[in-house]
C-alpha cells in the first residue's frame, strides 16, 4: 500500500528560527513530490520536485528531493508568524497522496 | 490567474436534503478533482475528471454524485447523506492528469465546509 508520511506532527517555533520538515514515501510509480501550505482552508501549492538533488527555491522557503532515500525536506529560514498553518506533503503516481501533515506554529 | 472557486462556502443540510457543491476554473485545465477532508486530516481524493470523463471513483458512496457539466465546471450532487459525511469538500484542478510534470500540479479551490445533521 502507498504511503507517505510526515515527521514532526507538530512544530513550535519562535519567530526567526529556521525550520526542517520531513516527508518520507513508500509508493509504487512515483512521478513527482509535492508540498501544500495549508491555513484555514485551501492547500496552496508550494514545490513540486521530480528530480533528486536539485533544490527549488521560494524567498525563505526551500526544498529537495531524495530519491534514494525515498524522502524530501522542506526548509524556513527566519520564520515568521504568517508562517504557521499545516504543511502538507504530497506523491504523485496516478494520483495524490497526501501525508498527515506537519502542524507549524510560530509564535513572536 | 491560479484560481479555483467553489459555492457555497458553507452549506447545512438535513439527512433528506438534495444538494449540490459547485466548482469552477478559468485556467483551461482538463483535469478536475473532488477530495474530502476532515478535521486534521489530509485530504482525501473521491473523484477525478480528465477531460470530462470519469476517470477515477475512489469507491465512494453513491450518495455522492459527481458531475461535469463542461471542462471549466465540476459539480458534486449530495443526496440522503450521513452526519459523518461532515467535512470540508475541496476541488481542484490541474492542466492535465497525472503527476509527472509541473503543468500537473492541482490548485485548490477554498472549499466548501459541509454540515449534515
Known amino acids: 500500500e502507498d504511503k507517505v508520511v510526515q515527521s514532526p506532527l507538530s512544530l513550535v517555533v519562535h519567530e526567526g528560527d529556521t525550520v526542517t520538515l520531513n516527508c518520507s514515501y513508500e509508493v509504487t510509480n512515483f512521478r513527482s513530490l509535492l508540498w501544500y501550505k495549508q491555513e484555514k482552508k485551501a492547500p496552496t501549492f508550494l514545490f513540486m520536485l521530480?528530480?533528486?538533488?536539485i533544490e527549488k527555491k521560494s524567498g525563505r522557503l526551500s526544498s529537495i528531493l531524495d530519491k534514494k532515500e525515498l524522502s524530501s525536506i522542506l526548509n524556513i529560514t527566519a520564520t515568521q508568524t504568517g508562517d504557521s498553518a499545516i504543511y502538507l506533503c504530497?506523491?504523485?503516481?496516478?494520483?495524490?497522496?497526501f501525508g498527515t501533515g506537519t502542524r507549524l506554529q510560530v509564535f513572536p | 490567474d491560479t484560481e479555483v472557486t467553489q459555492t457555497p462556502k458553507h452549506l447545512v443540510m438535513g439527512m433528506t436534503n438534495k444538494k449540490s457543491l459547485k466548482c469552477e476554473q478559468h485556467?483551461?485545465?482538463?483535469?478536475m478533482y473532488w477530495y474530502k477532508q476532515k478535521a486534521k486530516k489530509p485530504p482525501e481524493l473521491m473523484f477525478v475528471?480528465?477531460?470530462?470523463?470519469?476517470?477515477i471513483n475512489e469507491s465512494v458512496p453513491s450518495r455522492f454524485s459527481p458531475e461535469c457539466p463542461n471542462s471549466s465546471l465540476l459539480n458534486l450532487h449530495l443526496h440522503a447523506l450521513q452526519p459523518e459525511d461532515s467535512a470540508l469538500y475541496l476541488c481542484?484542478?490541474?492542466?492535465?492528469?497525472?503527476?509527472?510534470?509541473?503543468?500537473?500540479?492541482?490548485?485548490f479551490g477554498p472549499g466548501t465546509r459541509l454540515t449534515v445533521l
Open positions: 485556467m483551461g485545465h482538463r483535469a
Open positions: 504530497a506523491v504523485g503516481t496516478d494520483k495524490l497522496i
Open positions: 475528471y480528465s477531460y470530462e470523463k470519469l476517470s
Open positions: 481542484a484542478s490541474s492542466q492535465e492528469m497525472g503527476t509527472s510534470r509541473p503543468r500537473d500540479t492541482q490548485y
Open positions: 521530480t528530480s533528486s538533488g
